[in-house]
């Protein structure tokens, strides 16, 4: 299978510009090893006043029969021959597409160091690809290139030319003309072949929504035929299609108000502040938290029972922290937390820094050791009292981060919680709520048992009565250098809940 790009020039413009754009000099032929074969780019002319460029795909069928594993018609299993005897080695395809994405990559990004004033200048272009599976006939090739600004023919390919009454086949001889940039014509293509073809031979995770957005962008939010496009691009999946039909109307609608995405795309957010507005105690708890974590310059953390993500979120906001993972024994919360996160439509280099896997907190975890601090957020009192040990030996004992953050309700505090009957605890799978007392006196021995000095501090409005609404506990490893400020029992400040700051403190608002 193959493609060519044609473009004209003139002596002060010359045609073999495409090259520096192409990043493929005219004078080579060059060649590329892909998954299923080998791809070849050379010049079949060149000069100042036309130059086309041509790409060639030479499939090896037996390694596409090997690699799609009955994925798409290449690997159908039709019959033995079928997977063998197909037209994937003459049609055009996501096979080209995929050639066409890694062997002219530089050039579908735009970029060009070389000549960087050639990328954004529209050339005239001529695109010819001599066979392409039409699954809508030459009908659908215009409908999906003509609103692109192409001047398209499609050609139906007969049957057989010496039997003219078998009719046509279902491919057409494509022909594109326009004035374009390159890398919107090559990305244009990227999209299109599959959707034409209506197959793909790989199967389609959810990073191909992001491969179709970056491509489709600039064209795909107002092209009359996205759904189309969407729903073939994506081998009809329908969460994916879905997913990728919302983040298009966003872009949609933010380009009309003249907003980031980002700016509608915030319905739910916990953590708006406003002069009117409290602060709600679950952001002051994640702040509390960030201070110690800040001070203790840790990089690598754990949050031991993470479950919707909203501190693995918060901690990806900043770039102190390295590494993060998400442990919860739930995978309902562990999906909702990768929901919340948009972990499919993160950057790879912010992905690469955050983790999530499932575990429970009662057992002893080789994956949780090595790292600098570990935060157990309102965890302890949804534990069980007589599982506590084990959950205080996974952590303090197995795992041994340098630092580890408690935080649990203050029971004392729920006298000024209007709405919360008297004698009830906060949450219903709550098994117990500690006084501070209880509070200390608990993590004083697991400090003594596994070798952590611990300092105390509060999170919310710390009431003269009943104290704070949230209690923190800050563990460290003893012998390690800490803030150097000496608080109770000579081993730390009470206040370590409180940052660098002083107490953390704030208007009256329920968890």
Same mark, same amino acid.
């Given at each position: 299978? &193959?493609?060519t790009?044609?473009t004209t020039?003139?002596?002060?413009r010359?045609?073999?510009?495409?090259? &520096?754009?192409?990043?493929?000099?005219?004078?080579k %032929?060059?060649?590329?090893s892909?998954?299923?074969g080998?791809a070849?780019v050379?010049y079949?002319e060149?000069?100042?006043?036309?130059?086309t460029?041509?790409l060639l795909?030479?499939?090896d069928?037996i390694?596409? #029969?090997r690699?799609?594993?009955?994925?798409?018609r290449g690997? !159908?299993?039709?019959s033995?021959?079928?997977?063998y005897v197909?037209?994937?080695p003459y049609a055009?395809?996501?096979l080209?597409?995929v050639a066409l994405?890694s #062997?002219?990559? %530089?050039?579908m990004?735009?970029q060009?160091?070389?000549?960087?004033?050639?990328?954004?200048?529209?050339?005239p272009?001529?695109i010819?690809v001599?066979?392409l599976?039409?699954?809508?006939?030459a009908?659908l090739?215009?409908?999906?290139f003509e609103p692109?600004?192409?001047?398209?023919?499609?050609?139906?390919?007969?049957l057989?030319?010496?039997?003219?009454?078998?009719?046509?086949?279902?491919?057409?001889?494509?022909?594109l003309?326009?004035?374009?940039?390159l890398?919107?014509?090559?990305?244009?293509?990227y999209?299109?072949?599959?959707?034409?073809?209506d197959?793909?031979?790989?199967?389609?995770?959810p990073d191909?929504?992001?491969?179709?957005?970056?491509?489709?962008?600039?064209w795909?939010?107002?092209?009359?035929?996205?759904?189309?496009i969407v729903?073939?691009?994506l081998?009809?999946? =329908?969460?994916l299609?879905?997913?990728?039909m919302?983040?298009?109307?966003?872009?949609?609608?933010a380009?009309?108000?003249?907003?980031?995405?980002?700016?509608?795309?915030?319905?739910?957010?916990?953590?708006a502040?406003?002069?009117d507005k409290p602060?709600p105690?679950?952001?002051?708890r994640r702040?509390?938290?960030?201070a110690?974590l800040r001070?203790e310059?840790?990089?690598r953390? /754990?949050?031991?029972g993470c479950?919707?993500?909203?501190l #693995?979120?918060a901690?990806l906001k900043e770039?102190?922290f390295?590494?993060?993972?998400?442990?919860?024994?739930?995978?309902?919360?562990?999906?909702?937390a990768?929901?919340? /996160?948009?972990l499919?439509?993160?950057?790879?280099?912010?992905s690469e820094?955050v983790?999530?896997v499932q575990g429970?907190?009662?057992?002893?975890d080789?994956r949780?050791k090595?790292?600098?601090?570990?935060v157990?957020s309102?965890?302890v009192?949804? #534990?069980?009292p007589?599982?506590?040990?084990?959950?205080?030996?996974?952590v303090?004992g197995?795992?041994r981060?340098r630092?580890?953050?408690?935080t649990?309700p203050?029971?004392?505090y729920?006298v000024?919680?209007?709405?919360?009957p008297?004698?009830?605890?906060?949450?219903?799978d709550?098994? &117990?709520e500690w006084t501070?007392?209880?509070?200390?006196? =608990?993590a004083?021995?697991v400090?003594e048992?596994?070798?952590?000095?611990?300092? &105390?501090?509060?999170?919310?409005?710390?009431d003269?009565?009943v104290?704070p609404p949230?209690? /923190?506990?800050?563990?460290?490893?003893?012998?390690?250098?800490?803030s150097?400020v000496?608080?109770?029992?000579?081993?730390?400040?009470?206040r370590?809940?409180?940052?660098?700051?002083?107490?953390v403190t704030?208007?009256?608002?329920a !968890?």
């Open positions: 299978m &193959f493609l790009i044609t020039g003139s002596t002060d010359p045609a073999t510009d495409l090259g &520096f754009l192409l990043h493929k000099h005219p004078d %032929s060059q060649q590329f892909t998954a299923h080998t070849h050379f079949p060149a000069d100042a006043e036309r130059c460029a041509a795909l030479e499939v069928p390694a596409l #029969v690699r799609s594993r009955g994925k798409g690997g !159908a299993p039709d033995a021959l079928g997977q197909n037209d994937r055009a395809s996501s080209l597409a994405r #062997v002219l990559a %530089s050039a990004k735009g060009c160091a070389a000549r960087p004033e050639l990328v954004g200048r529209a050339i272009l001529r010819e001599p066979v599976p039409a699954r809508g006939g009908e090739v215009r409908a999906l692109l600004g192409w001047a398209v023919r499609a050609e139906p390919v007969p057989d030319e010496t039997f003219p009454e078998w009719g046509d086949s279902r491919y057409v001889r494509l022909v003309e326009g004035e374009r940039t890398a919107e014509a090559l990305r244009h293509l999209v299109l072949l599959p959707v034409l073809d197959a793909k031979h790989y199967w389609v995770a191909e929504v992001d491969k179709l957005l970056r491509a489709g962008e600039g795909l939010e107002d092209h009359p035929e996205q759904r189309l729903g073939r691009y081998a009809r999946r =329908w969460a299609t879905r997913r990728a919302e983040r298009l109307e966003l872009e949609r609608l380009e009309s108000d003249d907003v980031a995405a980002e700016e509608l795309d915030n319905a739910v957010d916990e953590e502040d406003t002069e602060v105690l679950a952001v002051q702040e509390a938290i960030l110690v001070a310059r840790a990089t953390v /754990l949050d031991l479950g919707q993500g909203q #693995v979120g901690l770039g102190q390295t590494e993060i993972v998400g442990v919860d024994v739930s995978m309902r919360a562990l999906h909702e990768r929901r919340r /996160l948009r499919d439509r993160m950057s790879e280099r912010q820094r983790r999530l429970s907190l009662a057992y002893t080789s949780l090595g790292y600098d601090a570990a157990l309102e965890v009192e949804h #534990v069980d007589a599982r506590l040990p084990a959950l205080e030996y996974a303090f197995a795992a981060p630092t580890v953050v408690v649990t203050n029971v004392e729920n000024r919680w209007e709405s919360l008297a004698g009830h605890v906060r949450h219903a709550h098994r &117990f501070r007392e209880e509070f200390r006196q =608990w004083r021995k400090a048992r596994h070798g952590y000095g611990v300092t &105390f501090g509060p999170v919310g409005p710390d003269p009565e104290g949230t209690q /923190l506990a800050h563990f460290r490893v003893r012998g390690e250098d800490s150097g000496k608080g109770e029992d000579g081993k730390g400040t009470d370590a809940g409180a940052g660098r700051g002083g107490p704030g208007k009256e608002v !968890a």
